[in-house]
Nanobody, 123 residues
Framework: QLQLVESGGGLVQPGGSLRLSCAAS????????IGWFRQAPGKEREGVSC????????NYADSVKGRFTISRDNAKNTVYLQMNSLKPEDTAVYSC????????????????WGQGTQVTVSS
């Protein structure tokens, strides 16, 4: 059974950094694109970044370009989201999702979702 488990969230001050992890099990991650999404209270879920199984294609939302970096270690079946220069508006529940092969920032593209991890940026 395909499962995704996020970790690494927490409370951080503005300007700080966090690294989120998305650990996958039950499938060969080389063939799956992984996306990171976030949902703030009262807002719709938005795509943050995604990466193909090969790691060749990376996409970022405009709001995080230059601050967030996605990467993957297929040997560990894990995808990372390094978040730097965090802002209060980055506060949200961050979730990872898996889809076969192609990368997208569209929610509807993904078939499998993790439970999410809370990121709070506040002084």
């Amino acid at each position: 059974q395909l499962q995704l488990v996020e970790s690494g969230g927490g409370l951080v001050q503005p300007g700080g950094s966090l690294r989120l992890s998305c650990a996958a099990s039950g499938f060969t991650s080389d063939y799956y694109a992984i996306g990171w999404f976030r949902q703030a209270p009262g807002k719709e879920r938005e795509g943050v970044s995604c990466i193909m199984g090969s790691g060749r294609t990376l996409n970022y939302a405009d709001s995080v370009k230059g601050r967030f970096t996605i990467s993957r270690d297929n040997a560990k079946n894990t995808v990372y989201l390094q978040m730097n220069s965090l802002k209060p508006e980055d506060t949200a529940v961050y979730s990872c999702a898996a889809a076969y092969y192609y990368c997208s920032l569209d929610n509807d593209h993904y078939d499998y979702w993790g439970q999410g991890t809370q990121v709070t940026v506040s002084s």
